[in-house]
């Protein structure tokens, strides 16, 4: 009954993660990819955890390596493995943050041989992928429901507009007009828009850093 762990905020709380890029398959040697690092995802999962939270994290393609006993890792290549995973687990969840660079088109078909280079051009035909995010917000009971905007132009504008059309509860709007923010480095500069579009501001930071704003965020909100 002292259990410390007993405090943790959020302790039996399930929370559903994606990291990382994907990656489409062209031909058996090649993919459209992109360059996300899976960084972001790999410290809100590591905040959550470290606060009492059971994770299953999602990730595309990465580097990132994390050995947490309240962190189940989960791998998946393309959009459409995200996708398929994402809803295996989605019921269960108290909360779901995705935060995964997902590729947006994906090859309408994909060579069973390598492309030769015969031809002096190239064209491949691509269709777009499930949205994963809005394909949650639709379905979406009782989870807290966390999505990222990636903008370079309008950024609240658009934010917001995702935060809407996808049924979110918060929306992270990522920053990528300042150096040092964004997809290959340790930092973000990020803003949060809540569903009262309560807008909060953060100064560039670690991504450390800014995953523990996000939890503690979500905390809040969820005791709102
Ligand atoms: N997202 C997703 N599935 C996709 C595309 C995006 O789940 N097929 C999620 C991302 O993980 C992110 C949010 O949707 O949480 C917003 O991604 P973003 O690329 O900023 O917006 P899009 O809706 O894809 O629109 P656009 O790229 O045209 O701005
Ligand atoms: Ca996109």
């Known amino acids: 009954e002292n259990d410390i762990l007993d405090k943790l905020p959020l302790k039996g709380k399930k929370v559903l993660i994606t990291a990382g890029p994907t990656y489409e398959a062209i031909d058996p040697v090649r993919f459209i990819g992109n ?3 899976g960084k972001m995802g790999f410290e809100i999962a590591k905040a959550a955890a470290n606060l009492g939270a059971e994770v299953v994290l999602v990730t595309g393609p990465t ?9 189940q890792v989960v791998p998946v290549i393309s959009a459409q493995d995200m996708y398929e995973s994402v809803h295996t687990y989605f019921q269960d969840v108290d909360i779901a943050i995705l935060s995964a660079a997902v590729a947006d088109f994906t090859p309408k078909e994909v060579a069973s041989q390598k492309i030769k280079k015969k031809e002096p051009t190239l064209t491949l035909e691509l269709e777009k992928t499930k949205d994963i995010l809005a394909s949650l917000g639709a379905i979406k009971t009782n989870q807290f429901l966390v999505g990222f905007a990636l903008e370079t132009n309008d950024e609240l504008e658009n934010a917001k507009g ?3 059309s996808k049924n979110l509860n918060l929306i992270v709007l990522n920053s990528l007009n300042d150096k040092g923010a964004g997809f290959k480095s340790d930092t973000n500069k990020v803003t949060f828009i809540d ?3 309560t ?3 953060f100064e560039l930071k670690s991504k450390t ?9 979500i905390i809040e909100q969820i005791h709102a």
């Open 35 to 37: 360059h996300s690092s």
């Open 63 to 71: 580097h990132q390596k994390v050995s947490h006993a309240l962190i």
């Open 162 to 164: 995702k935060l809407k």
């Open 195 to 197: 569903d009262k579009e």
């Open 199 to 201: 807008i909060t501001a």
């Open 209 to 217: 850093a800014v995953a523990k704003d996000l939890i503690n965020k």
